[in-house]
């Protein structure tokens, strides 16, 4: 059974920094591209930002400079930590684990910016 579980999640101010964690199990963690997505209310699920199985990395351009995606393949783990946080930036964010041919999503978690 595919598990990924956010944590990290919740309100601060614009300027703050925030640490998102997801813990993955039941897949082969390391094979796997890792990212996370952002919904807003009313809006679409975008990508925020994706690390590939190789290490690669790739963000949207609205995060750019603030938010850094990284993985720990010992211990099943990808993370996103973001920094000088924006009210735009308030969504549910989710960990998703794609496979070769299987996506996986957590849960989601919430963060919200504001004053």
């Known amino acids: 059974q595919v598990q990924l579980v956010e944590s990290g999640g919740g309100l601060v101010q614009p300027g703050g920094s925030l640490r998102l964690s997801c813990a993955a199990s039941?897949?082969?963690?390391?094979?796997?591209?890792m990212a996370w997505y952002r919904q807003a209310p009313g809006k679409q699920r975008n990508l925020v930002a994706k690390?590939?199985?190789?290490?690669?990395?790739n963000y949207a351009d609205s995060v750019k400079g603030r938010f850094t995606i990284s993985r720990d393949n010992a211990k099943n783990t990808v993370s996103l930590q973001m920094n000088s946080l924006k009210p735009d930036d308030t969504a549910v964010y989710y960990c998703?684990?794609?496979?070769?041919?299987?996506?996986?999503w957590g849960q989601g978690t919430q963060v919200t910016v504001s004053s």
């Open positions: 998703n684990a794609q496979g070769f041919i299987t996506a996986y």
């Open positions: 039941g897949i082969a963690f390391n094979t796997h591209d």
């Open positions: 690390i590939r199985a190789s290490g690669g990395t």
